[in-house]
């Protein structure tokens, strides 16, 4: 595979929709969460439409962070800007990685958490999604700097597809 030179109009696709469903996912939380609280509180945990939601969501972000995988061992990924110091380099790099098993272990271990109601599991959960929320905000920042500090028009990348 050569090197790319950009992202495809289905990699620029799949990380705007993954995007918009992790964002549905922390604005209706609350409702899996009380449903998991009172599951765990009754010794039965019972299905409502909130709980369906977000499980769905859920396994629908895990099949759709499969096939970016997939594109990109098959598309690859464009190299940093030649303007980004190594350090950046190497933590843009780390961050990706970081994302994808995030966004793969948090539906495993939800769906764990309730199909086994364990207590346990869900507090991992909850762990992965306030270290998602962490490197999200990380993630905004480094495009901030980009943009407005080293000015290498990075988010160009994720508008303008090569295909």
Do not use: C, N
């Not at 922390?26 to 369906?52: K, Q, S």
């Not at 594109?71 to 994302?99: N, V």
């Amino acid at each position: 595979m050569s090197e790319a030179t950009g992202y495809t109009r289905m990699q620029i696709r799949l990380h705007w929709l993954v995007m918009v469903f992790v964002i549905l996912q922390y604005a209706l939380h609350e409702g899996i969460a009380e449903a998991f609280d009172a599951g765990l509180d009754a010794g039965r945990m019972t299905l409502d439409v909130g709980a369906v939601g977000h499980m769905g969501l859920g396994l629908l972000i895990l099949l759709l962070v499969f096939w970016r995988i997939a594109l990109r061992q098959e598309h690859g990924a464009p190299p940093p800007p030649a303007a980004e110091p190594a350090w950046a380099k190497l933590a843009a790099k780390a961050t990706h990685h970081a994302f994808y098993a995030l966004l793969i272990a948090l539906p495993i271990t939800g769906g764990l958490a309730w199909g086994m109601a364990s207590e346990t599991l869900g507090d991992v959960h909850e762990v992965l999604r306030a270290l998602l929320l962490l490197l999200i905000l990380l993630h905004v920042g480094a495009v901030a700097v980009h943009q407005l500090v080293w000015k290498t028009d990075l988010l160009t990348r994720m508008r303008s597809p090569v295909d």
